[in-house]
């Protein structure tokens, strides 16, 4: 039996093809690698999703904001995101 492991990011703008990509891994060291080299160092020029589906169901992610901003400040400014909310 194979168990396949889905990570996915989105973008909240861009072409189609920069906001939402798809890899899929067959085990979960590979899986888990890939998303740990996502890395938000606040300087993000989109806000971003990554998430991890696990072939039980389980989902994993984390979203970095754009260009280091804080929610409050995103809030206060009217930011709005597709990925965010």
Request: net charge negative; charged share 20%; glycine share 8%.
């Amino acid at each position: 039996m194979q168990y396949t492991f889905r990570l996915e990011m989105v973008r909240d703008h861009g072409t189609p093809y920069e906001t939402h990509k798809e890899w899929i891994y067959d085990n979960a060291l590979e899986a888990a690698t890939a998303y740990n080299a996502f890395v938000d160092h606040g300087f993000a020029s989109c806000g971003q999703t990554i998430i991890l589906h696990e072939p039980n169901g389980l989902t994993h992610h984390k979203t970095f904001l754009t260009r280091g901003i804080d929610q409050e400040t995103r809030d206060r400014l009217g930011y709005t995101s597709l990925v965010l909310n």
